[in-house]
């Protein structure tokens, strides 16, 4: 005949049920994505950069490469006059700025892209008409970058219209 303990069962129970919550409720630091994504745009191609010159009604290729630890979401690019010197440049080095005017016809140009899923690195690739009858000067290119996490980095660029 087999004896059984009733305070060894319910010892037993008490420490599965006891790893049980232990393990299901640990912080697992893997599945949250906590890291910004980033704008590359200074490798070779690359464009435009700080203090670029581009010609009113001709074509330019926009290229910009971005990374995430996790998972891409989306990009959007945004470019509006910088006729009143307002800043929101993330670059180090100023450029030459016309004198502060006021805009009769700027250029703008607001625009958001989604990233293919499941890609950690994306290599976006563009080609932007500038029309030939907008006011010509300072720019600001902003580049925004967002991750499925929803984190997003911008890299504010100035640029010319000429």
């Known amino acids: 005949m087999k004896y059984i303990n009733r305070n060894g069962i319910f010892s037993t129970c008490l420490?599965?049920?006891f790893v049980f919550l232990v393990t299901s409720c640990q912080f697992n630091e893997d599945e949250q994505d906590l890291i910004l994504p980033e704008i590359d745009n200074s490798f070779s191609g690359a464009f435009p950069s700080q203090c670029a010159v581009i010609k009113r009604g001709e074509t330019f290729v926009f290229r910009a490469v971005f990374k995430d630890?996790?998972?891409l979401g989306?990009?959007?690019l945004d470019v509006h006059h910088n006729f009143d010197h307002h800043s929101h440049s993330t670059e180090?080095?100023?450029c030459n700025m016309d004198p502060v005017k006021?805009?009769?016809n700027p250029y703008l140009l607001i625009e958001s892209f989604p990233i293919p899923e499941g890609l950690q690195s994306y290599e976006a690739v563009m080609e932007i008409t500038v029309p030939e009858d907008v006011d010509p000067g300072d720019y600001h290119f902003m580049i925004k970058v967002t991750d499925k996490e929803?984190?997003?980095t911008l890299k504010g660029i100035s640029i010319k219209l000429d």
């Open 15 to 17: 420490f599965s049920i």
């Open 69 to 71: 630890n996790v998972e």
């Open 74 to 76: 989306s990009y959007s």
């Open 92 to 94: 180090v080095n100023d």
């Open 102 to 104: 006021t805009a009769n």
């Open 150 to 152: 929803g984190w997003q």
